[in-house]
């Protein structure tokens, strides 16, 4: 069943029904809760605000929402202000398996960066890897990481894409 197919349902109701399908953990379902209920109320919510309501540190927040991006669940997008789409969790039957080339281009990045990449940056690259081809990002990666010595960013990446389609 599609949860489009049936606007009437609660989504809170939905995520706590089907708890156990979706395979998330408890920290990770209390999130997607409040994400949920902020959003109906039209209130923003940031990490630490997630933080202070469940009595996490913010870096367990920020872990989390990551997890369930790559489980397809959660889309963040960072545009002055932190929104969050939830309608992944009501799109599929189960945690959706992260595609290994995005595995791969991630890992690529990461050595790269020397660091994981933060939330925002995983919405950069997964935007990325849906618009170009593996080798082409791979290339403006590497550009970055000549011509930024030591301090390669997802926004340079971005461009380097950008003006190689242009051209």
Do not use: W
Not at 10 to 33: F, G, P, R, V
Not at 107 to 130: C, G, H, M, P, Q
Request: net charge negative; with cysteine; charged share 30%.
């Amino acid at each position: 069943m599609r949860f489009d197919d049936h606007p009437y349902i609660d989504k809170n109701k939905y995520i706590l029904y089907h708890l156990e399908d979706l395979k998330m953990t408890k920290t990770q379902a209390l999130i997607c809760l409040l994400i949920n209920f902020y959003d109906e109320i039209k209130l923003e919510l940031s990490y630490e605000d997630i933080a202070n309501k469940l009595a996490i540190d913010v870096s367990k927040v920020d872990e989390c929402i990551d997890e369930l991006v790559d489980m397809g669940y959660l889309k963040v997008k960072v545009d002055g202000h932190i929104s969050y789409d939830l309608s992944g969790i009501f799109e599929n039957d189960g945690p959706k398996k992260v595609d290994n080339n995005f595995k791969a281009i991630l890992s690529d990045f990461e050595t790269v960066f020397n660091r994981a990449l933060n939330t925002t940056e995983l919405t950069i690259l997964s935007e990325l890897v849906d618009t170009y081809p593996k080798d082409k990002i791979i290339y403006a990666l590497k550009e970055a990481e000549v011509y930024q010595k030591g301090a390669p960013n997802i926004f340079y990446v971005r461009s380097v894409l950008e003006n190689d389609q242009k051209s």
